[in-house]
């Protein structure tokens, strides 16, 4: 199957610094990328879209200048989390999906980015 | 928004008993998935389904598309320890749309 890749597997870091997280298809090439953020016990919640050379797409609630997302290539997208405060400590999951002809194929997920702010 | 309602919240099994849990949405999706997450894992996808009504396997797993569309189950037979782990289901409203997630079955099987 498809591999994504995340680097790196953890992070502590101090509150006020910034954290860059990336996000790899290793095996494939990834029209689309996905960035989402899980609290302990609870679901994935869809953070933001990117697709390869253009503006990522936030959801509702999720702040772009302080998750920063670049999607400079079909196989590498990163999230910079600016300013980090203790509140955004969480597990940060990237997922990546290719498209064919019009045709969308199933999301991959990485194995995650545990960040620590403290 | 979209929201699934994925039930039960958790289980606690005993090795080789079968387990059936499900989702159910306010609205259609096209596409259902279901994923496993290991702790401090991604999520890993078990089973998709595409069409109303289709059934899918996957060695004991088995996984059905409601035909109205609204729904999806997934099940376990003869479960071994380790099936412990989170399972979500998860939709996709269109082809290439967002991925909307279940809030996750937590699955213990005692030995």
């Known amino acids: 199957g498809a591999v994504v890749s995340q680097h790196p597997s953890w992070v502590i870091c101090k509150s006020g610094t910034s954290v860059k997280i990336e996000c790899r298809s290793l095996d494939f090439q990834a029209t689309t990328m996905f960035w989402y953020r899980q609290f302990p016990k609870q679901s994935l919640m869809l953070m933001a879209t990117s697709n390869e050379g253009s503006k990522a797409t936030y959801e509702q609630g999720v702040e772009k200048d302080k998750f920063l997302i670049n999607h400079a290539s079909l196989t590498l997208s990163t999230l910079t989390v600016t300013s980090a405060h203790p509140e955004d400590s969480s597990f940060y999951i990237c997922?990546?999906?290719?498209?064919?002809?019009?045709?969308?194929?199933?999301?991959?997920f990485g194995p995650g980015t545990r960040l620590t702010v403290t | 928004g979209q929201q699934l309602n994925q039930s039960p919240q958790s289980m606690f099994i005993q090795e080789g008993e079968d387990v059936s849990m499900n989702c159910t949405s306010s609205s259609i999706f096209n596409t259902w998935l279901w994923y496993k997450q290991d702790p401090g894992e991604g999520p890993v996808l078990l089973i998709a389904?595409?069409?109303?009504?289709e059934l899918t396997s996957n060695g004991r797993l088995t996984a059905q598309f409601g035909i109205t569309r609204k729904d999806s189950f997934l099940n376990i037979s003869a479960s071994i320890p380790s099936d412990v782990g989170i399972y979500f289901c998860?939709?996709?409203?269109?082809?290439?749309?967002?991925?909307?997630f279940g809030e996750g079955t937590q699955l213990t099987v005692n030995p």
């Open positions: 998860a939709g996709e409203e269109t082809s290439g749309s967002r991925l909307t």
């Open positions: 997922s990546a999906r290719t498209m064919s002809a019009g045709v969308s194929y199933e999301q991959y």
């Open positions: 389904l595409y069409k109303a009504g």
